[in-house]
């Protein structure tokens, strides 16, 4: 499921700097169409081994879960060995000044071809419907266990 999943960075003005921000969705499918409690469910189990909560007022930090190789990122998930790597050098680069960043999980599919007001939009309605998980990830040493 993590190679499966959509993942979407941008930079955020936050307190006077940039802070990255990676969101994940659960990908559309192009022919079958699974229902949405399953994509719920799926993305709640994805929420979790991140450690992410439901956006609030409070985000927590989750610790250490971005590992920096060359001009990618790699997204550790609790009890499994596997990482998702993000390919985006400029994200990297600002992951690696602010040693952070925000990772926002939604809980329902979102097309991997969405615009960018689409997107916007998704992630509107989403916190707005309490289907936002939001988390402070930081930047280290893999978690243990990941390899």
Do not use: C
């Not at 659960?26 to 719920?40: I, L, N």
């Amino acid at each position: 499921m993590i190679a499966r999943l959509n993942a979407r960075t941008w930079l955020a003005p936050s307190e006077g700097e940039l802070l990255p921000v990676l969101m994940l969705t659960y990908p559309a499918p192009q022919f079958d169409e699974p229902s949405p409690d399953v994509v719920e469910a799926t993305m709640r189990h994805v929420a979790a081994s991140l450690g992410t909560v439901a956006a609030g007022p409070v985000v927590p930090e989750v610790g250490v879960r971005l590992t920096l190789r060359g001009p990618d990122a790699l997204l550790w998930f609790t009890d499994t060995a596997y990482a998702l790597k993000i390919a985006h050098p400029r994200w990297t680069r600002a992951v690696n000044v602010s040693d952070r960043a925000l990772l926002a999980v939604g809980l329902d599919e979102l097309s991997p071809v969405a615009t960018a007001a689409e997107v916007d939009e998704y992630r509107e309605a989403a916190r707005a419907a309490e289907r936002m998980h939001l988390g402070i990830a930081r930047v280290g040493r893999p978690i243990r266990g990941a390899k």
